[in-house]
């Protein structure tokens, strides 16, 4: 019976051996070199540096936002909007240029 564990390569990147083919076509293992200590100390300072994720605050106020309105309930406006597309169709609106103009400054300025 063939032992599996003669033809496997070293897979895995904690195993301690390797499988290698000599000249002779017979599997010999042979010890994988670890990283000395100013390699991984290179490697751990180069991830670290290049790992790191900013993330603007654009972004973070948009998540906050997107949450905000998914969580709020939904509003049924299809019956308002049919009383003002019937107005406007008419020439009965109105609008009211105060509130308006409140509501822009408002905006604008963070006014409330």
């Known amino acids: 019976m063939n032992n599996i564990n003669n033809t496997r390569t ?10 290698k083919t000599g000249k002779s076509g017979a599997l010999q293992k ?13 490697l751990d300072n180069y991830t ?10 654009q972004i973070r106020d948009f998540s906050q936002i997107k ?20 107005q406007i ?3 009965s609106y109105k609008p009211n240029y105060d509130a308006v103009a409140d509501k822009l400054l408002g905006e604008e300025f963070g006014i409330h």
């Open 10 to 19: 070293g897979f895995f990147p904690n195993s301690k051996t390797q499988a």
């Open 30 to 42: 042979t010890n994988l070199k670890s990283n000395t200590y100013e390699k991984q100390k290179f």
């Open 48 to 57: 670290k540096r290049d790992a790191k994720v900013d993330i603007p605050e």
């Open 67 to 86: 949450k905000a309105v998914d969580m709020a309930p939904e509003r049924d406006n299809t019956d308002k909007i049919a009383m003002l597309k019937k």
């Open 89 to 91: 169709a008419e020439g």
